[in-house]
């Protein structure tokens, strides 16, 4: 695959968002993160120069959205430099404060697998620098890196499994107060 022909997601959002290219440009820094990012924790100096050619490379300022709750969209996010907070909207339309994160983290993994509105919102808090990988390329990576892509979900299944356990933890300790 040429990294040309793979094109950057199309997303009203996204496309307010400075686009800087291709991830590739970033490998190195990405490659940096491994001590500090679960999801590439066993991930080669090659494994991420092949996934980062899959991957496009966006910046937002401080205040600017980079998820909005509700949207129907099909990427996910690496943080490679600042911090962002997720919010949830509750039943007063009110923001909630959930977290903040930083260089490493992913977002959005959820969307890009079942294809389902997005869970909450995410906001710049500094200015950040993020890769995305849509579903696109994650089916792409499949076909034409398979010991690649296999990789890839085990990390988001047990990313996710043990974002599930961490919620179901706290669900149960606030059950029984």
Same mark, same amino acid.
């Given at each position: ?14 496309? !307010? ?34 996934? !980062? ?67 909450? !919102? ?56």
């Amino acid at each position: 695959m040429a990294e040309s022909d793979l094109q950057a997601p199309q997303n009203a959002l996204l496309q !307010t968002l400075e686009h800087l290219g291709e991830g590739t440009a970033l490998a190195q820094q990405i490659f940096d993160m491994i001590g500090h990012s679960k999801f590439f924790a066993d991930f080669t100096r090659e494994d991420i120069q092949r996934l !980062t050619a899959f991957m496009h490379i966006y910046r937002a300022e401080a205040a600017q959205m980079i998820i909005r709750e509700g949207d129907v969209d099909d990427y996910m996010l690496l943080i490679i430099q600042g911090r962002v907070e997720i919010v949830k909207i509750d039943s007063h339309g009110h923001l909630q404060p959930m977290t903040t994160v930083g260089p490493g983290a992913t977002l959005g993994e959820m969307s890009m697998i079942d294809g389902e509105p997005r869970f909450a !919102t995410c906001m710049a808090l500094e200015p950040t620098t993020f890769a995305v990988l849509s579903r696109d390329s994650m089916v792409q990576i499949i076909l034409e890196e398979p010991g690649l892509g296999a990789k890839v979900l085990v990390k988001l299944v047990t990313l996710l499994s043990q974002r599930l356990r961490q919620t179901s933890s706290s669900l149960l300790h606030y059950m029984e107060r």
